[in-house]
């Protein structure tokens, strides 16, 4: 199998250049060395990025979601590539403040492959899950109306930080990020998809002196048919601060760049 295009998602934190210049060439570099044929960056903050990115990403087109929320989607295609960039407002849930679903259709050889980039709610209070279960559901759902669209199975990709994070709420009444897994596996089953397997088991980290563990946040959910480059026996390498060796540099990592490590994955083209 041929690789059709290659992939990077990845919540930079409150991303932004009022705070550090410095950090935004760190992430910049970072996201370089990747060299994916897409990327989406996530809580974007301010349009002040989009200079350094445009100057040190030459290579690529980039497109924003745009709206009344605070954080952003911002996404980049390498030139050369077919694409169409579409803003999808009902994955807001009807609430203003949340960010939209960011939809690029890849045409590689005369086959389409939508990929939706999301940026769930999050939260552990019930809000929090709801929301973020209502976009999750149209995110499946999106499933059905791809198919119909192309007359037959569609090519479909949904990731990002989905914010899985699960639900505190009364003795005995919470829900863990293992259960909302779980519950969120079996309903993209319905529609013919399936979690990728990454290389790391958290995506997430606030480092080694907070009070809250690593976290599986970030996932890449796609069509049962499609296949991938694979890392080991994995699909999706998890890189930044989950490849470093010590706590120490973990926490460095984390400093320099952003509390979640990089998604990469590589999609083989479909025959």
Known sequence: MAKAFSVASWNVEHFNQEQEEERVKRVIDFLSLQKPDVFALYEVEGSEVFSPLVSQMSGYTFHI?????????????RHGLTAFFTQ???????????????LVTMTVSGVHYPLLFLHTASGSNPRGLGLRDDMLDR???FRETL?????????????????TMGMKYLAGKNISTDEELVSLAKKVKKYTMRFLKKDAPATWSNGSASRYSPSNLDHVIAAEHLEFTL???AEVSVRGWPKEQTTA????????????GLLYFEVQKVS
């Open 231 to 233: 890392f080991g026996d």
């Open 139 to 141: 995110a499946c759902e």
């Open 88 to 102: 999808r407002i009902e994955f807001k849930s009807g609430v203003t403040a949340m960010r939209p679903g960011a």
């Open 147 to 163: 198919d119909k669209a192309g007359g037959g199975r569609a090519n479909y990709i949904f990731l990002g930080d989905l914010n």
């Open 249 to 260: 540099e973990q926490d460095s990592w984390i400093h320099d760049y952003s509390d979640h």
């Open 65 to 77: 979601t745009e709206g009344p929320q605070v954080q952003e989607i911002l996404l980049g295609i």
